[in-house]
């Protein structure tokens, strides 16, 4: 579910708000532990944007690359923002999922895009080459950190 505006992180709000009034670099680059809030801040920006947006995840993007698709990478090129969650998930990533990852970076350049990884940047390194990860990177970059919100401590019993 996505988080309400007051559970994002101020820093994360800031720059979010900067992005969206033009004072900030798209791509933005959300990375950090798992359960910190990446995808949720991302869909709270999603809700909030009329008109077409795109949320999915490197797999999804390998239909619409090669053409099963061709409306989804059309949604994908037109809409006024992406999120592509979880890339790097696969250490193993498929040579058609580096593909389409790199279509979708290439063609989105600096529009706005939201890339969300548990990967900091130099360990994307170690699923996607220089250039991926180049021009994922190549506008603002944000690390959450904290626990899991997901997990609330009990043991299981």
Same mark, same amino acid.
């Given at each position: 579910?996505?988080?309400?505006? &007051?559970?994002?992180?101020?820093?994360?709000?800031?720059?979010?708000?900067? =992005?969206?009034?033009?004072?900030?670099?798209?791509?933005?680059?959300?990375?950090?532990?798992?359960?910190?809030?990446?995808?949720?801040?991302?869909?709270?920006? =999603?809700?909030?944007?009329?008109?077409?947006?795109?949320?999915?995840?490197?797999?999804?993007?390998?239909?619409?690359?090669?053409?099963?698709?061709?409306?989804?990478?059309?949604?994908?090129?037109?809409?006024?923002?992406?999120?592509?969650?979880?890339?790097?998930?696969?250490? &193993?990533?498929?040579? =058609?999922?580096?593909?389409?990852?790199?279509?979708?970076? &290439?063609?989105?350049?600096?529009?706005?895009?939201?890339?969300?990884?548990?990967?900091?940047?130099?360990?994307?390194?170690?699923?996607?080459?220089?250039?991926?990860?180049?021009?994922?990177?190549?506008?603002?970059?944000?690390?959450? &950190?904290?626990?899991?919100?997901?997990?609330?401590?009990?043991?299981?019993?």
């Amino acid at each position: 579910m996505p988080a309400e505006w &007051d559970q994002i992180e101020p820093g994360l709000r800031r720059l979010v708000m900067d =992005l969206v009034r033009g004072k900030g670099r798209w791509p933005l680059f959300l990375h950090g532990p798992t359960g910190t809030g990446k995808t949720s801040a991302a869909l709270w920006l =999603l809700r909030r944007i009329w008109g077409p947006r795109f949320i999915g995840k490197p797999g999804e993007l390998i239909d619409a690359v090669v053409g099963r698709q061709q409306w989804l990478w059309e949604h994908i090129h037109d809409a006024w923002l992406v999120a592509i969650d979880e890339i790097g998930s696969r250490s &193993d990533a498929p040579s =058609l999922e580096l593909q389409a990852v790199q279509r979708c970076a &290439d063609e989105r350049g600096r529009r706005p895009t939201i890339w969300i990884s548990n990967l900091a940047p130099k360990q994307l390194l170690e699923v996607y080459d220089d250039r991926i990860v180049s021009r994922i990177c190549s506008g603002s970059v944000y690390r959450l &950190d904290g626990r899991d919100r997901r997990f609330d401590g009990r043991e299981d019993r």
